[in-house]
T-cell receptor
Framework: DVKVTQSSRYLVKRTGEKVFLECVQD?????MFWYRQDPGLGLRLIYF???????EKGDIPEGYSVSREKKERFSLILESASTNQTSMYLC????????????FGSGTQLSVL | GNSVTQMEGPVTLSEEAFLTINCTYT??????LFWYVQYPGEGLQLLLK???ADDKGSNKGFEATYRKETTSFHLEKGSVQVSDSAVYFC???????????WGAGTKLIIKP
C-alpha cells in the first residue's frame, strides 16, 4: 500500500518554541504539500514543493517555512509557534505526471499553549 | 477567482436514508472536480472525480455528476451506512497550477 507518514499524531508545544513537523512518502512522488485544516475553513495550502529543494508559498505561508532535502521527506517548520497556529496539519503527495490524485497522511493535531 | 461552496453541516441521517451533499463551484474554463472523504482519525482520500461536463464519477455507492450548466457537482448515495460517517470535501482543479481549490467540508453523521 502507498503511504504518507506524518511523524506525530498529536503534539503539544509552548508559545515561542520552534516546531518541526515531518512527512515521509514512499511513492517516489515529485510533489508534496502542507495544508492546515480548521473547522469551517476547509484545507488551506501553506507550502508546496514540486521537487527536491524546490518550494513555493501557498495561501498562508506566514510564520512557516519548509525543507525538502530528499525526495521522500518534506518538513514543515514553525519558527516561533503561536497560539493561532493550533490546528490540524496535513501532508500530501502527488505524482506530477498524473497531476490529480493527492495522497494524504493522517495528520498532526498541533496544540500551542 | 475560483471557488467551491459546499452545504454546511453537520448532516445527520438515519441508516439507509438517501444522501445528497451539495457542491457548487466558480471557475473559468473547464476544471476537474473531486470529492475527497476524511474518516475519523484519518487523512483525506479521493472518493471520486470527474474531468469534463456530464461525466459521472462513482465509487463505493457514491455518485456525482459534473453539471456545467448549473456549475454543480453534488454527491449522492442511495442508502447510507453508519460506516459512511465522515467529513466530505468537494474540490476543483483548473489545471493551471498545482493548487486544488477546496470547499469547507461537510460532516456527515449516520445514526443506526
Amino acid at each position: 500500500d502507498v503511504k504518507v507518514t506524518q511523524s506525530s499524531r498529536y503534539l503539544v508545544k509552548r508559545t515561542g518554541e520552534k516546531v518541526f513537523l515531518e512527512c515521509v512518502q514512499d511513492m517516489d512522488h515529485e510533489n508534496m504539500f502542507w495544508y492546515r485544516q480548521d473547522p469551517g475553513l476547509g484545507l488551506r495550502l501553506i507550502y508546496f514543493s514540486y521537487d527536491v529543494k524546490m518550494k513555493e508559498k501557498g495561501d498562508i505561508p506566514e510564520g512557516y517555512s519548509v525543507s525538502r532535502e530528499k525526495k521522500e521527506r518534506f518538513s514543515l517548520i514553525l519558527e516561533s509557534a503561536s497560539t493561532n497556529q493550533t490546528s490540524m496539519y496535513l501532508c500530501a503527495s502527488r505524482d506530477s505526471y498524473t497531476n490529480e490524485k493527492l495522497f494524504f497522511g493522517s495528520g498532526t493535531q498541533l496544540s500551542v499553549l | 477567482g475560483n471557488s467551491v461552496t459546499q452545504m454546511e453541516g453537520p448532516v445527520t441521517l438515519s441508516e439507509e436514508a438517501f444522501l445528497t451533499i451539495n457542491c457548487t463551484y466558480t471557475a473559468t474554463g473547464y476544471p476537474s472536480l473531486f470529492w475527497y472523504v476524511q474518516y475519523p482519525g484519518e487523512g483525506l482520500q479521493l472518493l471520486l472525480k470527474a474531468t469534463k461536463a456530464d461525466d459521472k464519477g462513482s465509487n463505493k455507492g457514491f455518485e456525482a455528476t459534473y453539471r456545467k450548466e448549473t456549475t454543480s457537482f453534488h454527491l449522492e448515495k442511495g442508502s447510507v451506512q453508519v460506516s459512511d460517517s465522515a467529513v466530505y470535501f468537494c474540490a476543483l482543479s483548473d489545471g493551471s497550477n498545482y493548487q486544488l481549490i477546496w470547499g469547507a467540508g461537510t460532516k456527515l453523521i449516520i445514526k443506526p
